[in-house]
C-alpha cells in the first residue's frame, strides 16, 4: 500500500511540474510575440510563432491568415494601420494562462498600445484571446480573439 501512495503522489508531483512548465512556456511564448511584434519582425512571427492557418476573430468579423506569407502581409497592414494612429510599441499588463491539455493552452493578455507620447493609444487596456498549440514541443499561436477588456475567461 505505501508503494501505491509513493506512486499516485509522484504522477501528482511530475504532472504538476509538467503544467507549470507548459504555463512558463506559454508565457514565454506571447512575450517572444510581442517582442517580435514590436521589432516587426514579420517573418520571424510568421513562421515561429504562428502556426498557419491562424484564425482571427473580433468585433469586426473573423478572418485566417492561410499560410505564412499572408500573416505577413496581414502584419504589414496592421502596422500601416497602428503607426497612423502613433503606435511606436505594445506593452503587456499581464497573462491569465490556462493549460487545458498537454498540447493545448489558452492565454488571456492585457496589453496597450503605447504612441510616441509614451502613452496607450485609446483603449489603454486591450485584451486578446490567444489559442496556443503544442507542436514538436513547442508552443505556436494558432487562433487569437479579442474581446471586452472588464470580461476575463476562466479556466
Not at 6 to 22: H, R
Not at 122 to 143: G, S
Amino acid at each position: 500500500m505505501p508503494g501505491k501512495l509513493f506512486l499516485a503522489l509522484m504522477v501528482v508531483f511530475t504532472t504538476s511540474l509538467t503544467v507549470v512548465a507548459d504555463d512558463e512556456a506559454a508565457s514565454a511564448k506571447l512575450h517572444q510575440y510581442f517582442a517580435a511584434f514590436n521589432e516587426k519582425d514579420v517573418d520571424r512571427i510568421a513562421t515561429s510563432i504562428y502556426s498557419t492557418p491562424v484564425q482571427i476573430g473580433a468585433a469586426s468579423g473573423h478572418r485566417i491568415y492561410a499560410d505564412p506569407q499572408d500573416a505577413i502581409d496581414n502584419l504589414n497592414r496592421l502596422y500601416e494601420q497602428i503607426e497612423a494612429q502613433g503606435w511606436v510599441e505594445s506593452r503587456i499588463a499581464n497573462l491569465e494562462i490556462c493549460v487545458a491539455s498537454p498540447t493545448l493552452a489558452l492565454v488571456d493578455t492585457r496589453y496597450s498600445r503605447i504612441g510616441s507620447d509614451g502613452k496607450p493609444i485609446p483603449p489603454a487596456i486591450r485584451t486578446t484571446l490567444y489559442v496556443l498549440q503544442k507542436i514538436n514541443d513547442d508552443w505556436r499561436i494558432v487562433a487569437f480573439y479579442g474581446h471586452d477588456s472588464d470580461r476575463r475567461p476562466t479556466c
